[in-house]
């Protein structure tokens, strides 16, 4: 028995009081990796950004808006758990500044400058100690490699490896890779079947 | 008994394969109306980008992701119709291009061109005709000056007013605006309540 955090959601980072940057996580990953690790006897807290998707009723659940404030929060909670399973997708650009009204439209183009916000798991990573820690990579090209890349740099005992099709859809196809690049794990089906293999997966190889 | 076009939720304007500009809007004001138009016995065809709000199952209902999208569905639709509720928020700004890869980390601020997106109400207003056209306007400053100006721009017989805290929001606090600037309705309530007001509204001035 474990206590697991998890992070779900995305995040979202305002240009005005109206417009935003996110992207279309939905939080069901989420939400089957908390039934999941319930259903195994473990014990979860969730820090989630903004989704409509239910989470069980049994976790203990902090609702987040921004990067920032997902960090913020799992700073918080992190050092009191077991291990943490990154399945966030935050929003990992910001608006350089606020707009404190709605941008006006003048019918001329815009730029935006654009600053990287701030990577969570990375940030984790440097109060990881002896807990155990699985991130999620989502990517489009080079995909065992970036994923690895990923890997090392947020310090992660596994690395999960999807592309942006299982966004809010209900299956998804991953893979999950250990620190020496083997894949211990591929999956294709519901995100419900999937979050129980990985659950058997940390069970097996990180809980001691 | 009049054939209703309501526009409903927001659209997304994509900068690669995962991120993209939106707005909180949650399509139950546009729910609402639909909900309230039917009561009154009209037929009511919607266009809605992506939401998780269910709409009244007797509507003809068209999803559509981008600005572009909702438009072009709307081109198709209105002139079918007697008249148009435009609640959507569409998203006003686009990536000048869209990166055909997720858009990688390199530690440095990215600059972002946005162009304006087309003015799905401005454009209706073209091939209005006989019709009329009620549009919405979500203003954070000079409200009623900026709401007279896009009811002139669009060509709308009414604007209805409100501010970004009706967005994602059960409740909302709102103007009706003629075409002479006078305030033909100011509620504060849910959105039901709303949506039925406004549609009294709509049968007792517009609907001949």
Chains 1, 2 share one sequence.
């Not at 350089?96 to 990573?125: N, W, Y």
Request: charged share 25%.
């Amino acid at each position: 028995m474990a206590r697991i955090l998890i992070t779900s959601g995305p995040t979202r980072e305002y240009l005005d009081p109206v417009r935003y940057l996110t992207n279309a996580s939905s939080g069901r990953m989420g939400a089957a990796l908390a039934e999941a690790a319930l259903a195994e006897g473990h014990e979860v807290v969730m820090v989630s950004g903004p989704v409509e998707v239910q989470y069980p009723p049994e976790v203990s659940l902090q609702w987040v808006l921004t990067t920032d404030e997902m960090l913020l929060a799992c700073e918080e909670i992190f050092p009191k758990c077991d291990g943490l399973i990154g399945v966030a997708a935050p929003c990992d650009y910001k608006a350089e500044a606020i707009s404190p009204h709605k941008i006006r439209k003048t019918g001329q183009p815009i730029q935006l400058d654009l600053v990287e916000t701030v990577d969570i798991m990375a940030e984790l990573a440097k109060i990881k100690g002896d807990r155990w820690m699985v991130g999620f990579a989502l990517e489009t090209e080079d995909t065992h490699f970036r994923a690895m890349t990923k890997l090392q740099k947020k310090n992660c005992d596994f690395i999960v490896l999807n592309g942006p099709e299982a966004m809010h859809a209900h299956d998804t196809s991953l893979e999950v890779l250990n620190h020496q690049g083997e894949v211990v794990l591929k999956f294709t089906g519901t995100k419900e079947a999937a979050a129980r293999r990985i659950l058997e997966r940390i069970n097996q190889d990180l809980l001691r």
